[in-house]
């Protein structure tokens, strides 16, 4: 059974620049949850999709924003990035609700900005 | 709001030492607490979890159990191995709510 994966793996940038994100989930899995994971903040909840709909969200900036497709496939966007956006950016999904916590994490993917 | 606290690392034993990593944590409900772990070039995977007072969590030798009395998730093992070399973190989440509380994360070192 695959596992969830993300892409792209690895991605420079320049402070003003957008990037978009890509996450597909483990087959069967509906809820499809982002994270950023830095050195300084550790691992932080950014949202998290059910259905297409955003369920629930972190405290970060409007430039962060997210969507899930119809297959539950999600990607995320980071608008005007900033140096701080430098990050590994973890995506992770559940079967169902209420999923109890049990998710399955992506390995990642790791933001650069420059 | 709700947090985490994990103790402060790295750290590093030698093979067949007994582990303990301390865990508090603060929630307004009664969460579900969970050990995630981060071998080197992996995503999370889920360690061990418990979601009741009382409740002890268990996988590949760690254990932990849920203490309400002094919000704390610690989690131990009699005899780590080098295998066992990861990032360690304690997260909680709120019923109903698959968002996960982390803490900082412990790194885990075993010697030979």
């Known amino acids: 059974k695959a596992g969830v994966t993300q892409t792209p793996r690895y991605l420079i940038k320049t402070r003003g620049q957008q990037v978009t994100l890509s996450c597909s989930p483990i087959?069967?899995?509906?809820?499809v949850s982002w994270y950023q994971q830095t050195p300084g903040q550790g691992l932080q909840f950014l949202f998290e999709?059910?259905?297409?709909?955003?369920?629930n969200k972190g405290n970060f900036p409007g430039r962060f924003s997210g969507r899930q497709f119809s297959n539950s496939r999600s990607e995320m966007n980071v608008s005007t990035l900033e140096l701080g956006d430098s990050a590994l950016y973890l995506c992770a999904s559940s079967l169902a609700l209420p999923p109890t916590g049990e998710l399955f994490f992506g390995e990642g993917s790791r933001l650069t900005v420059l | 709001g709700d947090s985490v606290t994990q103790m402060e690392g790295p750290v590093t034993l030698s093979e067949e030492a007994f582990l303990t990593i301390n865990c508090t944590y603060t929630?307004?409900?009664?969460?579900?607490l969970f050990w995630y772990v981060q071998y080197p070039g992996e995503g999370l995977q889920l360690l061990l979890k418990?979601?009741?007072?009382?409740d002890k969590g268990s996988n590949k030798g760690f254990e932990a159990t849920y203490r309400k009395e002094t919000t704390s998730f610690h989690l131990e093992k009699g005899s780590v191995q080098v295998s066992d070399s990861a990032v360690y973190f304690c997260?909680?989440?709120?019923?109903?709510?698959?968002?996960?509380?982390f803490g900082k994360g412990i790194t885990l070192s075993v010697r030979p």
């Open positions: 997260a909680l989440s709120e019923s109903a709510n698959s968002k996960l509380t």
């Open positions: 999709y059910f259905s297409e709909t955003q369920r």
């Open positions: 418990a979601t009741k007072a009382d």
């Open positions: 929630a307004t409900g009664y969460p579900s």
């Open positions: 087959s069967g899995h509906r809820s």
